[in-house]
């Protein structure tokens, strides 16, 4: 059985480490379409069909139906294209977030930035991150699954980031 492929990938960089943080992309642009395509064939037949034995005002709901089908997938490929640099050289943390350029991006001191982790909403959930210095929040990695989520937060801590785990409140009744 083959490994999935890790959202977290070690890029070379001369001054320092680089890491590259992406989302999963199970399935490409062009698959999607694909996919897409095989759902609008079958729903014209069976709306072709309808439509034939006098259900016509089928014809509307079905063409509503793909066009909400192609926005759905639109808008989770775009959200699925955004991805964080984080570059770590001997004095400063660099974080860089964006989809095919950058868009945004943040410096921090190693020596005096924190890794906070805050308690996931439920146990099956990855713990958030944040990358904080003085009045800095910034949110890192939070499309990461819990396995991506661990082995980024040790490799941080092994480059000597410190890490706060902030304790989950008590709980009061139900999980969720």
């Excluded at 999935?4 to 490409?28: D, F, I």
């Excluded at 396995?147 to 999980?175: C, H, I, N, Y």
């Amino acid at each position: 059985m083959s490994k999935a492929r890790s959202m977290v990938q070690h890029l070379k960089h001369a001054e320092g480490v680089r890491l590259l943080l992406t989302p999963n992309r199970s399935l490409s642009w062009r698959g999607n379409v694909r996919i897409w395509l095989c759902v609008v064939a079958v729903t014209a037949i069976i709306a072709t069909g309808m439509a034939l034995a006098g259900a016509w005002v089928i014809i509307p709901f079905a063409g509503a139906e793909v066009l909400a089908l192609a926005a759905g997938v639109y808008l989770t490929s775009k959200a699925c294209q955004r991805q964080e640099v984080l570059t770590i050289n001997d004095g400063d943390i660099r974080l860089e977030k964006g989809r095919t350029r950058k868009l945004s991006e943040w410096t921090l001191p190693l020596r005096y930035a924190r890794l906070r982790m805050n308690p996931p909403a439920h146990p099956f959930a990855p713990p958030k991150l944040a990358l904080i210095h003085r009045d800095v929040h910034v949110s890192l990695g939070s499309f990461l699954n819990l396995e991506d989520t661990e082995a980024l937060v040790s490799f941080l801590e092994s480059r000597g980031l410190t890490v706060e785990r902030k304790q989950p409140e008590p709980e009061g009744g139900l999980w969720f």
